[in-house]
């Protein structure tokens, strides 16, 4: 099935780094999501997004919707510990009905 | 905590055998979606329900199939399991005007 380019594969970083990963994707989406998967669970939502161009924080991080409607990207900034895990981006076409099309996921190590 | 609830949390099965497993959706949401995640991949889209009904569905074969409850409960089946089956299986429910999906914990299948 299709999956979103998401690149870095993996990061490992220093506790208070910022970190930046991004997603692309050949097909246009309407709305943008970045999750965050820990081992043994599901992924938790962290940002929504519903604009081309929109630029949304929850907390330390940070994600932009791009203008062509193609891709996203996510910044955390002053990474701490429990920043490590997978972050997932996730592209969709329209609210409800529709699907999520996932990435492969960016693992992210933070050292203290 | 997602209010998502899936069961069991961890199973094995032997291939050709088939296998049932349960989602409990947050209260107030009328849709449910399953996904499959391999090992160091994202979550595939198999299929979603929506008032008990299919109304969309990924690129699986006929041998997965499932249900959804009045109560908003919902099964996966899959029959005639094989090794590559093998998965996480991730059950999001939501609701049929907004985009924000919210995932239970996962059921890990082994087969072997």
């Known amino acids: 099935g299709q999956q979103l380019n998401q690149s870095p594969q993996s990061m490992f970083i220093q506790e208070g780094e910022d970190v930046s990963m991004n997603c692309t994707s050949s097909?246009?989406?309407?709305?943008w999501l970045w999750y965050k998967q820990d081992p043994g669970e599901g992924p938790v939502l962290l940002i929504a997004?519903?604009?081309?161009?929109e630029l949304t924080s929850n907390g330390r991080l940070t994600a932009q919707f791009g203008i062509t409607r193609k891709d996203s990207f996510l910044n955390i900034s002053a990474s701490i510990p429990s920043d490590v895990g997978i972050y997932f981006c996730?592209?969709?076409?329209?609210?409800?009905?529709?699907?999520?099309?996932f990435g492969k996921g960016t693992m992210l190590l933070v050292s203290p | 905590e997602t209010g998502v609830t899936q069961s069991p949390t961890h199973l094995i099965k032997t291939r050709g055998q088939q296998v049932t497993l349960r989602c409990s959706s947050q209260?107030?949401?009328?849709?449910v979606s399953w996904y499959q995640q391999a090992l160091g991949q994202g979550p595939q889209f198999i299929f979603q329900?929506?008032?008990?009904?299919?109304?969309g569905r990924g690129n699986f074969p006929p041998r997965f199939s499932g249900l959804q409850f009045p109560n908003y409960s919902s099964e996966l089946n899959v029959n005639a399991l094989e090794l590559d089956d093998s998965a996480l299986y991730l059950c999001?429910?939501?609701?049929?005007?907004?985009?924000?999906?919210?995932f239970g914990q996962g059921t890990r299948l082994t087969v072997v």
């Open positions: 999001a429910s939501g609701t049929a005007t907004n985009t924000e999906a919210f």
């Open positions: 097909s246009i989406f309407n709305t």
């Open positions: 997004l519903y604009k081309a161009g």
């Open positions: 996730a592209g969709q076409l329209n609210s409800g009905y529709s699907t999520l099309t």
């Open positions: 209260s107030g949401h009328n849709t």
């Open positions: 329900y929506y008032r008990e009904e299919e109304n």
